[in-house]
């Protein structure tokens, strides 16, 4: 069975920095489209950015510049780092293993494996 977990959140202020991390087993994430994305309170679950496999990176505008997902395929591993924390990045973190390609990466149908969340709190 398919596992995805996630680690690293946590509650910082605003300005920080918190290191996401989405361990794989029974799955290579190089062998495929690997996303992260977050759902905060009241709202819908968003997509907030992509690994592809040939190693190119997409990201939603709001995290453009601040989040970059990065990947170790050694460790099976997916990392998201979140520089320059703001009050609307809170939500729920979660990782993602993309299975179809017939739409969208920002699509959550494209999705077949999800992690369980991670907290993230940004506050002063």
């Known amino acids: 069975q398919v596992q995805l977990v996630e680690s690293g959140g946590g509650s910082v202020q605003p300005g920080g920095s918190l290191r996401l991390s989405c361990a794989a087993s029974r799955y290579r994430v190089s062998s495929n489209h690997m996303s992260w994305f977050r759902q905060a309170p009241g709202k819908e679950r968003e997509a907030v950015a992509l690994?592809?496999?040939?190693?190119?990176?997409h990201y939603v505008d709001s995290v453009k510049g601040r989040f970059t997902i990065s990947q170790d395929n050694a460790k099976n591993t997916v990392y998201l780092q979140m520089n320059s924390l703001e009050p609307e990045d809170t939500a729920m973190y979660y990782c993602?293993?993309?299975?179809?390609?017939?739409?969208?990466?920002?699509?959550?149908?494209?999705?077949?494996?999800w992690g369980q969340g991670t907290q993230v709190t940004v506050s002063s």
């Open positions: 993602a293993a993309r299975s179809r390609y017939t739409g969208s990466w920002l699509d959550q149908s494209q999705y077949a494996y």
């Open positions: 690994m592809h496999t040939s190693g190119s990176t």
